[in-house]
């Protein structure tokens, strides 16, 4: 029995992810706001202490389990607000901090936690992106939170070279997709998004590739025997 945790896993590519690994014989579970397929669990990262009971009954409930292969998949994530800093809302930028960077470690962390002790392989893989390398003016939030998660990887990935059962962490860049984040993002406003006109370019010209296709990518980076605390690219 091979098992796969996805947060945001209701669209997007968290969506395409969780299909594919349903075909690949995995039982699936993932957790998200609207939680509309058979396999979701409703949950919101944007309040941390409210998710995370929920949260670990469902990773309790499911760790009573030996598992032949456990894959986990750290995706969930909000672009909002964007604009600058001096005209954000506080508690929209809580909010933001809350799902891209606090509710996404208490996952993996819970996750850990959960299963450390199964002798199973384990890999868990961040979903970050380019954002995590490079400012882009308006998404302060959202860069500073993938750049931090990507560190708690790596951070992880040295402490599990001490567990007799570790997980492999991995930092995965998907690239850019077409999804609601790119349309998100193509509905900016430049004073808030300077570099708007490019990402309308980019969809106009047809370089956004489908989640589906990005998915592929991603487990087959799942699959491979990636060194643990390594930032791989899906399409280099
Ligand atoms: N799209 C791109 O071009 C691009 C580029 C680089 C990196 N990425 C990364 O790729 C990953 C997937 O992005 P995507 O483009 O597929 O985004 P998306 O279509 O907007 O999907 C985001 C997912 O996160 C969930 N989510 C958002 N807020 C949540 C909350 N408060 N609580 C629980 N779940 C929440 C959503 O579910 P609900 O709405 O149902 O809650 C949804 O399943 C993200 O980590 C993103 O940062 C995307």
Redo the contacts with the bound molecule.
Sequence with gaps: MKLAII?????????AIAEKLIVDGYQVVE?????PHAYSVK????APDLMLPALSANLETLAAKQWDEIVVVS????LSPIGPTSKKNSMAVLANIN?NFTSAILFMSEVIKHFQSQPCRKVLAS?????ALKAYSGWSLYCSA?AGLESYVRTVAVEQESETSPFVMLNI?????D????SLIRSSHKDDFPAVDYFIHRKESGE?RT?DQVAIGVVKILHSDATSGTRIAVFS
Excluded: C, E
């Design positions: 947060s945001g896993g209701s669209k997007g590519l968290g969506h957790f998200s706001r609207s939680a949950l919101d990262f944007s995706n969930a994530a909000s799902i979903i970050s992106s380019g954002a993938k860049d998907p690239g850019v997709m999804t609601d984040m790119q956004l989640p």
